[in-house]
């Protein structure tokens, strides 16, 4: 069965500061890959996804995130951080597409961002 | 274009009372599933479908059923609530291979 860990629970960061949210998947093949934020209150928004080709994701808001087979990462990273980011983030694996049958996300438990004034 | 839309926003139900929590995609979607979420418990796979008329289980199935008669429409049924099933509840969709999922706004639901 897939798995995914976000080692933080929280993570307090000062604003202008850059961010890197850690995330770890349990998978026998390259999942997809996604980042979601939620604001409080709020549904799910997606940031970023990665499929295949280039590590290297460019999301919305100004964020990024690099898949790392070896180390079965997808870290998502963001240069300066503003007081709006201050939200929920999910990592969520889905197994690659096998001509039907299986479907939906497996999500990690979420780290919450705090944005230091 | 309204996205993935849930309804009730918020329900309170007795424990034993059924309900029907709503959810409708006009994206054309083929695939919806729902989830549950839960303090400290990131959000769980309740059930999915891949198509009209096919429905599948998730990680935490039990209570819940549902049923996938047009493409629009994936309503999930609680036959008998129990006050484990308090939680927020949010439907997704997505068009096929290589779409991430739109959420829905959610279903927060308490049962005494």
């Known amino acids: 069965a897939q798995s995914v860990t976000q080692p933080d629970i929280h993570i307090t960061v000062s604003e202008g500061a850059s961010l890197e949210l850690r995330c770890n998947y349990s998978y026998g093949a390259t999942p997809y890959l996604f980042w979601y934020v939620q604001s409080p209150g709020q549904g799910l928004q997606l940031l970023l996804k990665y499929f295949s080709g280039d590590t290297l994701v460019q999301g919305i808001k100004g964020f990024e995130a690099e898949f790392k087979r070896s180390q079965s990462s997808f870290n998502l990273r963001k240069p300066s951080v503003h007081w709006s980011d201050a939200a929920e983030y999910f990592c969520a694996v889905q197994a690659p597409y096998s001509g039907g049958g299986a479907d939906g996300l497996t999500f990690g438990k979420g780290t919450h961002l705090i944005i230091q004034p | 274009n309204a996205g993935v839309t849930q309804t009730p926003k918020f329900q309170v139900l007795k424990t034993g009372q059924s309900m029907t929590l709503q959810c409708a995609q006009d994206m054309n979607h083929e695939y919806m599933s729902w989830y549950r979420q839960d303090p400290g418990m990131g959000l769980r796979l309740i059930h999915y479908?891949?198509?009209?008329?096919?429905?599948d289980q998730g990680e935490v199935p039990n209570g819940y059923n549902v049923s996938r008669s047009t493409t629009e429409d994936f309503p999930l049924r609680l036959l008998s609530a129990a006050p484990s099933q308090t939680s927020v509840y949010f439907c997704a969709s997505r068009y096929g291979q290589g779409g991430g999922y739109t959420f829905g706004s959610g279903t927060r639901l308490t049962v005494v």
């Open positions: 479908s891949v198509g009209a008329g096919i429905t």
